[in-house]
């Protein structure tokens, strides 16, 4: 094996140590950061990426509150629910599991969500103020790769990053937050002609695409940095990656493995989006002279 492992496991445990004493000191001013989660709906992946969401908070000493709907929950109700969550002063941030019931619009709930608690960053606030590299919610799973890089040691600056999918949630942001680290960024997608030719100058591959083992050693430059975002489910329910691992990891200089790379990274930022969030509510009562 060529390639050095990003352990995406170890590096969420110490970025999670850090959040948690930082908790310490928000609780020692009375403020314990408070995570609402809705599940609507009976998705059973859902429902277990939620459960290790609210494990997460417990063990940094944050407060959870899940709300379950059902699956014929009407959209006029969950924005009633959202609307209340944006109202009360123990919750920080406010995470709608995603997808959705089809009956629901999407972006009507998102832009419920009051920008100050959208801690998926997901809300046309957030994600402009992330395009104009203001301080914004930044997506979990995006600034969860950055941090990667960043305890590997990466500079981002002038390195070519080839993003591959379009997500809003994933592929999108990430090359925004490369941009704004003055990579040159390159995205391809379902509909990109020759993938090959644009994968094989990355010195950054992000493979965000959502298809298993996509990406092959022929797709990839000699020491190149592999970032497989992919969280395919096989028969069994394995989880697989977009990158064929064994292949790929003889000619990568680093790749992150799944599971064990970018979820738990994932989860961790979303951690520090909801202490931000809880430090935000502060500054704003400050600011307000009232609650
Ligand atoms: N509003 C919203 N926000 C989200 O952030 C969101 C969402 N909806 N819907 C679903 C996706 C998926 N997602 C994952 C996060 C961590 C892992 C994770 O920790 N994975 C572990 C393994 C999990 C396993 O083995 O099943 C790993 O990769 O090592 C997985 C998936 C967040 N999502
Ligand atoms: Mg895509």
Do not use: W
């Not at 103020?129 to 799973?141: G, K, S, V, Y």
């Amino acid at each position: 094996m060529a390639a050095e492992l990003i352990d995406g496991k170890e590096i969420a445990r110490k970025k999670q140590d850090h959040i948690g004493s930082e908790v310490q000191k928000l609780k020692a001013e009375g403020i314990t950061p408070g995570l609402a989660v809705i599940l609507a709906g009976n998705n059973q992946a859902s429902r277990t990426y939620v459960k290790n969401k609210q494990k997460t908070c417990d063990k940094l000493g944050m407060n959870s509150m899940l709300i379950e709907l059902p699956e014929s929950v009407s959209e006029q109700e969950l924005i009633r629910k959202i609307t209340e969550l944006n109202e009360s002063e123990d919750i920080h941030g406010i995470l709608v599991q995603l997808p959705l019931p089809s009956h629901i619009n999407e972006k009507a709930i998102i832009e419920a969500i009051s920008p100050d608690k959208d801690v998926d960053g997901f809300h046309p606030i957030n994600i402009g103020r992330m395009m104009t590299a203001q301080d914004a919610f930044i997506p979990c799973t995006p600034a969860g790769i950055i941090e990667m890089l960043d305890s590997i040691g990466t500079d981002i600056s002038g390195k070519h990053v080839v993003v591959i999918g379009r997500s809003n949630i994933v592929g999108k942001p990430a090359g925004q937050l490369f941009l704004n680290e003055d990579a040159t960024v390159t995205y391809c997608h379902s509909k990109t002609a020759d993938l090959k030719e644009y994968t094989t100058r990355a010195d950054i591959l992000v493979a965000a695409a959502g298809k298993a083992k996509l990406i092959t050693k022929d797709h990839v430059k000699n020491g190149a940095i592999v970032i497989d975002v992919g969280m395919n489910r096989k028969e069994g329910g394995k989880l697989c990656g977009d990158v064929d691992f064994e292949a790929v990891k003889h000619k990568a200089g680093f790749i992150t493995p799944v599971p064990g790379g970018v979820g738990p990274m994932t989860i961790t930022m979303l951690m520090h989006n909801t202490l931000k969030a809880a430090k935000l509510s502060i500054s704003k009562v400050k600011s307000n002279g009232r609650h």
